[in-house]
């Protein structure tokens, strides 16, 4: 029995086949593909046709290996969103978290709703890039106008699969404008904010069915499969396979450090808000209470600056050779979409001169102690002792930075799994075929 977990990333794309053999799954990549946004004219976008194909192609995949699945699930990065007019045609381009528009919208809409309302209300981390403040710009510029359907990026792909156009929970989470109560849209908030309430849709719980494959899409790959909701975003497909012992904390080691732990009901203190923490959705009606922090993608960022003549090894030993320590935050914004990430490091630091081995260092040693930062304000509005940290995703493998947490933090750490998402994916999936076995 075969399940397939569909896994996109802001850098590449992957298809992890599930195998359940007594109790337990075993995973095997069969597809891989590159993903990045792209300037057009102007604006970072995704390319939502290429990532279509590329998902299409890996389920094609599965037939030549003849090992078909029977359910299939997408997961993928939260905040970004495709509006599809009333002939259900998308309405281009669809914009990238990383697109420069929303620098100074979460001000402007501090003048509609104070921000304190706000995180009453969703309980989101302030962020530039979050969905409130995209389509509050798309309402300004007159985008809106056409749409008649809104599907964060998953639901847009599984949208693309099947036909059929629904919203999952932890996707939606991510929005800030989910009411972190009802765990359902915000409908005052939206209607204030002069954003159109009909593109929103009924939200889902992970393990939800989304439908069967549309006969074109049967018709190419060679077979039927049912397609389902895992936790659609990343993280929470991610948090879901960790091992959350007594007082444990996780971090999502990806492109993006998500730092946090789970809780049956939000936060949403003044404490939490001046701490800028956001309330996601997870499975099982949890919140995940976290931070979001740029992670591996300044590793990427600075390779490519580099023209990948290292390995990410061999740039983990040029940083362990260097004595340079200063911290900087990996949150600062000259670093979301430099031209060149080593200038921009550089810059942060206030040293233009400085050697690559230190600027890397410096990266790891700033990441290390964001962790611990995060920790320390856990601890004091959560009124809880950390007991240890488990590091799951593919920065797991970074033996270095886990080292460095375990010296920043004090705390115990565990790594692993590396598919974190994949498994949290297929768990998710499994879940359904044995209720309807």
């Given amino acids: 029995m075969y399940s397939l977990a569909i896994d996109i990333g802001a850098s590449s794309g992957r298809h992890i086949l599930g195998e359940y053999k007594n109790g337990t799954i075993e995973m095997t990549e069969v597809y891989r593909f590159d993903n990045g946004f792209k300037n057009v004219d102007g604006t970072l976008s995704w390319d939502i046709e290429y990532l279509t194909k590329s998902i299409i192609e890996g389920i094609k995949k599965c037939k030549e290996l003849g090992k078909l699945p029977s359910t299939v699930a ?6 970004d969103y495709v509006l599809l007019d009333k002939d259900k045609k998308e309405i281009l381009p669809a914009v990238s978290y990383r697109d420069g528009r929303t620098v100074g919208i979460p001000e402007e809409i501090d003048t509609i709703i104070p921000q304190a309302e706000l995180y009453a209300r969703t309980g989101i981390q302030r962020q530039n890039y979050n969905t409130i403040n995209q389509l509050y710009c798309d309402a300004k510029s007159g985008k809106l106008e056409k749409a008649e359907h809104m599907l964060m990026m998953p639901e847009y792909l599984s949208y693309k699969l099947t036909g059929e156009m629904k919203s999952e929970y932890t996707i939606s989470s991510t929005t800030s404008l989910l009411n972190a109560k009802t765990r359902d849209w915000d409908m005052e908030l939206i209607e204030k904010l002069g954003i159109k309430k009909s593109i929103f849709n009924k939200i889902y719980a992970p393990g939800s069915v989304v439908g069967n494959f549309s006969d074109e899409v049967k018709e190419y790959v060679g077979y039927d499969a049912t397609v389902v909701f895992a936790p659609a975003h990343d993280t929470a497909s991610a948090v879901a396979a960790c091992t959350l012992k007594g007082h444990g904390m996780y971090i999502s080691s990806g ?3 998500l730092v946090g732990v789970q809780n049956k009901e939000a936060v949403t203190s003044k404490e939490a808000l001046e701490a800028n923490f956001a309330n996601e959705g997870g499975v099982n009606n949890t919140y995940r209470f976290l931070k979001n922090i740029m992670g591996m993608w300044l590793f990427q960022s600075i390779r490519k600056d580099l023209d990948k003549k290292y ?3 061999e740039m983990m030993n040029m940083a362990m050779e260097s004595k340079y320590e200063k911290h900087f935050s990996p949150n600062d914004q000259r670093l979301v979409s430099p031209d060149n990430m080593i200038e921009a490091v550089r810059d ?5 001169d400085l050697p690559i081995g230190d600027v890397i260092n410096s990266v790891y040693h700033s990441l290390a102690a964001s962790y611990n930062e995060v920790v320390k304000e856990i601890e004091k509005i959560a ?3 950390i007991d240890c940290i488990n590091i799951v995703g593919g920065g797991s493998k970074d033996t ?3 080292s460095l947490t375990a010296k920043y933090t004090g705390k115990e750490i565990i790594t692993g799994p590396v598919e974190a998402t994949a498994m949290g994916n297929l768990k998710t999936q499994l879940d359904y075929v044995m209720k309807n076995a």
Avoid: A, F, M, P
Wanted: glycine residues 14%; proline residues 0%; charged residues 15%.
């Fill in 311 to 313: 390995t990410y090894d």
């Fill in 383 to 385: 009124g809880c002792t």
């Fill in 74 to 79: 997408i997961d993928t990065w939260g905040v």
């Fill in 400 to 402: 270095y930075l886990n």
């Fill in 255 to 257: 492109t993006w450090s």
């Fill in 348 to 352: 942060c630091l206030g040293e233009k």
